[in-house]
T-cell receptor, first 116, second 113 residues
């Protein structure tokens, strides 16, 4: 158990719909990362938040948005869903980072989104 | 961030050492080598990381060549539960808290009984 909690574990919806994925980081971790993993693909970095502020952006579509709340949980909003958005969505958290030695990421078990 | 190259798949007999290679010939001086693994669509799990010296922890050993252009992850006594996709990633610490890891397709390790 990594200590990172993601809900829901599974989600089935239709094209054009909107969904929200939720992530609770490990206690004390200020950074939250979102990744997308499509079938037989590597993880694609979407976005990172640190203590409520967006810090880095990856290949996140304009239809997707995220935020991190004062209690440090994060939500990833996916709208106007398309078939190609079907994927595993992982959230990860990390401790406050040291400038010289980066630490490891702790991943949740993911949310599997199926768009029909 | 530097790109890595890993074999797509490997086999290992249970109880034997599993040696997973990774090529990162374009690695720069401040980039670390990380290893993670992902067991059957579960969340990736951190294994080990290093800069230039060899590293060992309770899970594995990381051997980095002197020129840092390649590394090997060693699972000393592989078990069936080590069957997973292993990712080798290089990344540099950035100012502040911006750090994103670039993931390839990894090596699918099958540990056979």
């Amino acid at each position: 158990d990594s200590g990172v909690t993601q809900t829901p574990k599974h989600l089935i919806t239709a094209t054009g719909q909107r969904v929200t994925l939720r992530c609770s980081p490990r206690s004390g971790d200020l950074s939250v990362y979102w990744y997308q993993q499509s079938l037989d693909q590597g993880l694609q970095f979407l976005i990172q938040y640190y203590n409520g502020e967006e810090r880095a952006k990856g290949n996140i579509l304009e239809r997707f948005s995220a935020q991190q709340f004062p209690d440090l949980h994060s939500e990833l909003n996916l709208s106007s869903l398309e078939l190609g958005d079907s994927a595993l969505y992982f959230c990860a958290s990390s401790v406050v980072e040291y400038r010289e030695v980066p630490g490891e990421l702790f991943f949740g078990e993911g949310s599997r989104l199926t768009v029909l | 961030d530097a790109k890595t190259t890993q074999p797509p798949s490997m086999d290992c007999a249970e109880g034997r050492a599993a040696n997973l290679p990774c090529n990162h010939s374009t690695i720069s001086g401040n980039e670390y080598v990380y290893w993670y693994r992902q067991i059957h669509s579960q969340g990736p799990q951190y294994i080990i990381h290093g800069l230039k010296n060899n590293e060992t922890n309770e899970m594995a050993s990381l051997i980095i060549t002197e020129d840092r252009k390649s590394s090997t992850l060693i699972l000393p006594h592989a078990t069936l539960r080590d069957t997973a996709v292993y990712y080798c990633i290089v990344s540099s610490p950035r100012a502040g808290n911006n750090r994103k890891l670039i993931w390839g397709l990894g090596t699918s390790l099958a540990v056979n009984p």
